[in-house]
């Protein structure tokens, strides 16, 4: 597709369940973030991937999440043992490492944990 | 520690006039600058950017301006329009790092027609 694609878009999870989010990137952007819009809240930074090196986690805000990309194409982030205060809209985002600023996000996954 | 502050979180402004939206931030590594802009149900998309060699950018009817000294930036929209009507999110990132980027908790822009 032209754009960065995530599924799904909503997705409601009872509180202790494990749920994957998925990201499609744009095709060649070798860049891969995720970041969390929690309500009222700004974009907390998440995981930061780059072509094969070490994924940057020190955004992840605890042990239950993990996040891989496979074959440096699409990303998956799995939450473990969900709590309520997991919800919030995850948003994925990509961008050529050169042309740096104009990361293009997708439409994000509004999680809901009850 | 918020390293990235927009201290407005709503600003309304009169159709044809300037909406002006202000960002400070604390890490002196921040080299790079950006502002996204974001309507409900949609994704952030990127709007402009500055690099710290500058004080200024323009694109069209924006322009961000870059206080190093201050550590802040604002981002001008002259003339607004109703369509600008968003949150407007400012973010940041250090050469020396991973290239993530820091954003602020974002401004609610609302263009009165």
């Known amino acids: 597709g032209a754009g960065v694609s995530q599924s799904p878009s909503n997705k409601v999870t009872e509180k202790g369940k494990d749920v994957e989010l998925r990201c499609d990137p744009i095709?060649?952007?070798?860049?891969l973030y995720w970041y969390r819009q929690s309500l009222g809240q700004g974009l907390e930074f998440l995981i930061y991937?780059?072509?094969?090196?070490?994924?940057?986690k020190s955004g992840l805000p605890s042990d239950r999440f993990s996040a891989e990309r496979t074959g440096g194409s699409v990303s998956t982030l799995t939450i473990q043992r969900t709590q309520q205060e997991d919800s919030a809209v995850y948003l994925c985002?990509?961008?050529?490492?050169?042309?740096?600023?104009?990361?293009?996000f997708g439409q994000g996954t509004r999680l809901t944990v009850v | 520690d918020q390293q990235v502050k927009q201290n407005s979180p709503s600003l309304s402004v009169q159709e044809g006039r300037i909406s002006i939206l202000n960002c400070d931030y604390t890490?002196?590594?921040?080299?790079?600058f950006l502002w996204y802009k974001k309507y409900p149900a949609e994704g952030p998309t990127f709007l402009i950017s500055?690099?710290?060699?500058?004080d200024k950018n323009e694109d069209g009817r924006f322009t961000v301006f870059l206080n190093k000294s201050a550590k802040h930036l604002s981002l001008h929209i002259v003339p607004s329009q109703p369509g600008d009507s968003a949150v407007y999110f400012c973010?940041?990132?250090?050469?020396?790092?991973?290239?993530?980027?820091?954003f602020g908790t974002g401004t609610r822009l609302k263009v009165l027609a």
């Open positions: 991937f780059q072509g094969n090196s070490a994924p940057d």
């Open positions: 973010a940041a990132s250090a050469t020396s790092g991973t290239y993530k980027y820091i």
């Open positions: 500055i690099s710290s060699i500058k």
């Open positions: 095709s060649g952007h070798t860049a």
């Open positions: 890490n002196s590594m921040f080299d790079y």
């Open positions: 985002a990509s961008s050529l490492v050169r042309d740096r600023g104009k990361a293009f």
